[in-house]
């Protein structure tokens, strides 16, 4: 996939984050469930879209791939990542 494209990069980042609301407004999954997915979606999910959107930009080396993961570590791309400036 093409994370370089910024408008792809949101798509693929928001969708699973709109289904997950949806699914929770229709009362198809309890509160539980909704936070252990949240919380797995923002710890595990957003790093490696971000990661891979890094790698395929140039901005890291694959070997500092695992680096996202760290909360906090991406950062200092953080106007890359979401503005793509």
């Known amino acids: 996939m093409d994370f370089k494209n ?3 990069f949101y798509l693929i ?3 699973p984050a709109i289904v997950l609301f949806v699914l929770k407004k229709g009362e ?3 509160s539980k469930i909704f936070a252990i997915i949240l919380i797995l979606f923002v710890l595990v999910f957003n790093p490696i879209i971000s990661g891979l959107r890094l790698i ?3 901005k890291i080396k694959r070997s500092e791939f695992w680096y996202n993961l760290i909360p906090g570590w991406n950062t200092k791309y ?3 990542l979401f503005f793509n400036k």
Do not use: E, P, R
Request: charged share 15%; net charge neutral.
């Open 78 to 80: 953080f106007i890359f």
């Open 13 to 15: 980042l928001t969708a």
């Open 28 to 30: 198809y999954i309890d």
């Open 6 to 8: 910024i408008k792809i």
């Open 56 to 58: 395929q930009s140039g």
